[in-house]
T-cell receptor, first 113, second 114 residues
Framework: GNSVTQMEGPVTLSEEAFLTINCTYT??????LFWYVQYPGEGLQLLLK?????DKGSNKGFEATYRKETTSFHLEKGSVQVSDSAVYFC????????????FGAGTRLFVKA | GAGVSQSPSNKVTEKGKDVELRCDPI?????LYWYRQSLGQGLEFLIY????????KSGLPSDRFSAERTGGSVSTLTIQRTQQEDSAVYLC????????????FGPGTRLLVL
């Protein structure tokens, strides 16, 4: 079946450090891939997306590249800020056979000043 | 424009009572989803509505859970005979049926069953 696996958190970094949150997926065909972010006390919001292989999604300094050969969609940011502290969810959605979105378990990021 | 809204924002109930949670999706979005997020856990899919098609109920954890969507817009999630393990944040999301395929989430309803 379809699934999303994220690195376990929490991840604790100092401000301006480099961030990588790993995400791998299992799916047949060519799903669309997403990163959602949930800031403390707020609802989930879309951070970035990629809809086909080799696409790079980017937003707010975050990037993720759709790698079909490694079935990965790792989230990266070159220099994190305290305001990036949140829970990050990787997700996939297939184009056929239903529209259910599969979410990873989430990775909590703490950024220290 | 207006985003997804949910009500109530918080609900405290006693074990055994029924509760209704409401979701107003973004106007024009044909797809609507319900998820449950327990403390420290990821999102658990509950149910999905797409237009006039039969809903995908594959994520409902028991027959105490049901949902309906009236007129292709507002949705109500009903939990009968609530149990303490039902305590969680219930999230609603909507999506256009084409385009970017991303989902737009409401703020959630925090349910506490005593």
């Amino acid at each position: 079946g379809n699934s999303v696996t994220q690195m376990e958190g929490p991840v604790t970094l100092s401000e301006e450090a480099f961030l990588t949150i790993n995400c791998t997926y299992t799916a047949t065909g060519y799903p669309s891939l997403f990163w959602y972010v949930q800031y403390p006390g707020e609802g989930l919001q879309l951070l970035l997306k990629a809809t086909k292989a080799d696409d790079k999604g980017s937003n707010k300094g975050f990037e993720a590249t759709y790698r079909k050969e490694t079935t990965s969609f790792h989230l990266e940011k070159g220099s994190v800020q305290v305001s990036d502290s949140a829970v990050y969810f990787c997700a996939l959605r297939k184009r056929t056979g239903g529209f259910k979105t599969i979410f990873g378990a989430g990775t909590r990021l703490f950024v220290k000043a | 424009g207006a985003g997804v809204s949910q009500s109530p924002s918080n609900k405290v109930t006693e074990k055994g009572k029924d509760v209704e949670l409401r979701c107003d999706p973004i106007s024009g979005h044909t797809a609507l989803y319900w998820y449950r997020q327990s403390l420290g856990q990821g999102l658990e899919f509950l149910i999905y509505f797409q237009g006039n098609s039969a809903p995908d109920k594959s994520g409902l954890p028991s027959d105490r859970f049901s949902a309906e969507r009236t007129g292709g817009s507002v949705s109500t999630l009903t939990i009968q005979r609530t149990q303490q393990e039902d305590s969680a944040v219930y999230l609603c999301a909507s999506s256009p049926d084409r385009g970017e395929w991303a989902q737009y989430f409401g703020p959630g309803t925090r349910l506490l069953v005593l």
